[in-house]
């Protein structure tokens, strides 16, 4: 079980509060990490966001892991989360517009029923891939993320490596 994640972002409080958004919750300061936020679930599960400057790097301190600022660091990252939302697929999009981000729906494997799944990539200050899944995409997910499902896609997957993602970012 993923509890949470950390991301950079150029502006932390927008990023947390357009998470905390799709989340229907509130976000936060986060000051082990100065400059920071979070964006919580409140799923009972204690699911969050955390949200560094970008250019910040976690290091192990003495004792614990420390934050670093560290400004060579280029915006892009091969890093990148799936969350779920509690708000409508229009919805994400107009929220995602009203930050000035890309958002678009795609599919990811393939477009047989029970073989892949929808979802929404928002492309955070242009540079971090936010897949955001409704109700309805979260379910699919559930049914097609498994060991089992994967292993007998393996000869599928292989066949599109490398091209999965240009070719699942078409429209739905």
């Not at 029923?113 to 971090?128: A, H, K, Q, Y």
Request: with cysteine; net charge negative.
């Amino acid at each position: 079980m993923l509890f949470h994640a950390s991301i950079p972002a150029r502006d932390p409080a927008r990023v947390a509060d357009f998470l905390a958004g799709l989340w229907g919750t509130q976000a936060m300061e986060f000051p082990p990490c100065p400059g920071s936020w979070i964006a919580f679930a409140d799923d009972g599960a204690g699911t969050a966001i955390e949200v560094y400057p970008a250019g910040t790097v976690i290091e192990a301190g003495p004792r614990h892991a420390e934050f670093v600022r560290d400004g060579s660091r280029g915006a892009h990252t091969a890093t990148h989360i799936a969350i779920g939302s509690v708000m409508a697929e229009a919805d994400i999009h107009l929220l995602a517009g009203r930050n000035g981000w890309e958002s678009r729906l795609c599919r990811r494997g393939d477009p047989e029923p029970n073989r892949g799944f929808s979802l929404i990539e928002v492309w955070i200050e242009g540079s971090f891939m936010v897949e955001v899944l409704t109700d309805r995409m979260a379910a699919e997910y559930r049914t097609v993320m498994n060991s089992a499902t994967w292993r007998a896609a393996l000869p599928a997957l292989r066949a599109y490596a490398g091209r999965t993602y240009a070719l699942a970012a078409a429209a739905v």
